[in-house]
């Protein structure tokens, strides 16, 4: 029997493998039916501060979607916070994007952020990414200030941020608008799964992306125009391509690195178990 599969993705550029497993019957192949939804209908104004009210979240809490993919501490907060699903591994991509300033900023460094607003999404792949390159750089996790913005590009454009964490399209936007980058980000995704998604649903998944992944790797015009399908054509040529690594078990000397690391700044309240957050295979 075909089982129906309701997705949610989480970036365009970083989630394309899921929607050319879909164009190109990957999943199908499998026995599956995926209704795949792109972003969420309310735009940007579903991206709230508040995680569980933005939309695959509280989808997912509803058992209104099987699947989504976020980035990896995401993955984890999502299914403690949220009571719902479990990580059946590390998403098809390493999502890439950077921490950007407006072409006249006196900003040259990381260092020079020091105690500055950086415009992100509350507590998804560019707030952990832009703590990590900050510490990384030398400032101290208490000098790193963050603050939430439904529309990150506006904030940097606007004058309400002096500098912000993002990702393609909006690097791309923000590069045509004559910003320009301070340090480039990198993170891991994770899938999340509803609880009702077995084992043997979440392989026939697993497998039908990572043909997609292949397809993608056959050459690097079709990737590139893929994953940078929202960019304009003119533009894709210097866009930031996401690192395509197929979908990966989630050890757990991994998930636990990453749960030291959330607790240590205060991320997380307690440190979830593994065998009850991760399904691995």
């Not at 403690?80 to 006249?104: E, F, N, W």
């Not at 460094?109 to 030398?138: C, K, Q």
């Not at 439904?150 to 454009?157: E, F, I, K, S």
Request: net charge negative; charged share 30%; with cysteine.
């Amino acid at each position: 029997m075909v089982r129906t599969i309701r997705l949610q993705g989480d970036s365009n550029a970083h989630d394309r493998p899921w929607r050319v497993a879909v164009e190109q019957g990957f999943f199908a192949a499998e026995g599956l039916t995926v209704e795949y939804t792109e972003d969420n209908p309310k735009g940007v104004a579903g991206r709230v501060e508040d995680f569980s009210q933005r939309w695959k979240e509280s989808q997912l809490q509803q058992g209104a979607l099987e699947v989504y993919p976020v980035c990896e501490w995401g993955a984890i907060e999502r299914v403690q916070s949220l009571g719902k699903g479990k990580i059946i591994g590390l998403d098809t991509t390493v999502r890439t994007g950077a921490i950007m300033v407006r072409g006249d900023s006196g900003i040259r460094s990381l260092s020079d952020l020091r105690n500055v607003p950086i415009a992100v999404t509350w507590h998804a792949g560019t707030f952990y990414a832009a703590i990590e390159v900050m510490e990384a750089a030398g400032v101290p996790f208490d000098d790193i200030k963050l603050e939430h913005a439904n529309d990150r590009l506006d904030a940097l454009l606007s004058g309400k941020t002096q500098a912000a964490a993002l990702m393609e399209p909006l690097v791309s936007r923000a590069l045509e608008a004559g910003c320009r980058p301070i340090a480039e980000l990198r993170w891991r995704g994770g899938i999340v799964a509803g609880d009702d998604v077995d084992e043997e649903t979440a392989s026939k998944l697993r497998r039908a992306l990572n043909r997609a992944v292949e397809w993608l790797r056959e050459n690097e015009d079709r990737s590139r125009a893929e994953l940078l399908r929202d960019i304009k054509p003119e533009l894709r040529s210097g866009g930031m391509m996401p690192e395509l690594t197929g979908v990966q078990s989630y050890r757990a000397a991994e998930f636990n690195e990453k749960v030291d690391w959330m607790l240590d700044r205060g991320f997380l309240k307690e440190a979830p178990d593994y065998d009850a957050t991760v399904r691995s295979k």
